[in-house]
């Protein structure tokens, strides 16, 4: 079956512009997370969902980062003001429940000019 | 907050030779532990973890890790290596204590298999 997908897979941007990421998860998954990987270091946790609401956003560097998954499946990683600092890969991950293994998809890179 | 170390950045090696990459973790609280694999051009994939149970855990490709708590240790070998081996290895940890798998991951380590 269809694995995690993530949309696009390579988006460049000026400073100061907005960015969606899409994130498509596996069917049926409930559990959907959001990660940020720079170059050189491991995914960075950003944000939990449990079906629609966001379970736990601590990883969210600062308000210019949102995320939404308004009907349980679909999630969207909303950016303001891009930053040069927020040039990273942004991983998405989805599981059947929360203590379950994470698929993760294959990421979008996004490069701030 | 977890912190994970992978020490070694890159490990090269030659193909049929064993291989050991460390990952150390910061906590003694009871953790779940995992190792990630990113083979070129691909996403992360599960390659194995420890949940519960015998400290030695195994893969499907003749990996294994081992489960050092009093070392606070999660180190994954293979006793012999293949081309199809390089990839990047991620070693990734979780809390027990929180209500769902909130991932700390090392910064992740290349191994480069030569024939």
């Known amino acids: 079956g269809a694995g995690v997908s993530q949309t696009p897979s390579n988006k460049v941007t000026e400073k100061g512009k907005y960015v969606e990421l899409r994130c498509d998860p596996i069917?049926?998954?409930?559990?959907l997370y959001w990660y940020r990987q720079s170059l050189g270091q491991g995914p960075e946790f950003l944000i939990y969902?449990?079906?629609?609401?966001?379970?736990?956003d601590s990883g969210l560097p600062n308000d210019r980062f949102f995320a939404v998954r308004p009907e349980g499946s679909v999630s969207t990683l909303k950016i303001q003001r891009t930053e040069r600092g927020d040039s990273a890969v942004y991983l998405c991950?989805?599981?059947?429940?929360?203590?379950?293994?994470?698929?993760f998809g294959p990421g979008t890179r996004l490069t701030v000019l | 907050a977890q912190s994970v170390t992978q020490l070694d950045s890159q490990v090269p090696v030659f193909e049929e030779a064993p291989v050991e990459l460390r990952c150390n973790y910061s906590s003694s609280v009871s953790v779940y532990l995992f190792w990630y694999v990113q083979y070129p051009n691909q996403g992360l994939q599960l390659l194995l973890k420890y949940l519960s149970g015998s400290t030695l855990v195994e893969s499907i490709n003749g990996f294994e890790a081992e489960f050092n708590k009093s070392q606070t240790s999660f180190h994954l070998r293979k006793p012999s290596v293949h081309i199809s081996d390089t990839a990047e290895y991620f070693c990734?940890?979780?809390?027990?204590?929180?209500?769902?798998?909130?991932?700390?991951f090392g910064s992740g380590t290349k191994l480069n298999v030569k024939p």
């Open positions: 990734a940890v979780s809390d027990q204590r929180d209500n769902f798998n909130k991932f700390y």
């Open positions: 991950a989805s599981s059947p429940g929360p203590h379950n293994e994470q698929f």
């Open positions: 969902f449990q079906g629609t609401g966001a379970a736990d």
């Open positions: 069917s049926g998954h409930t559990a």
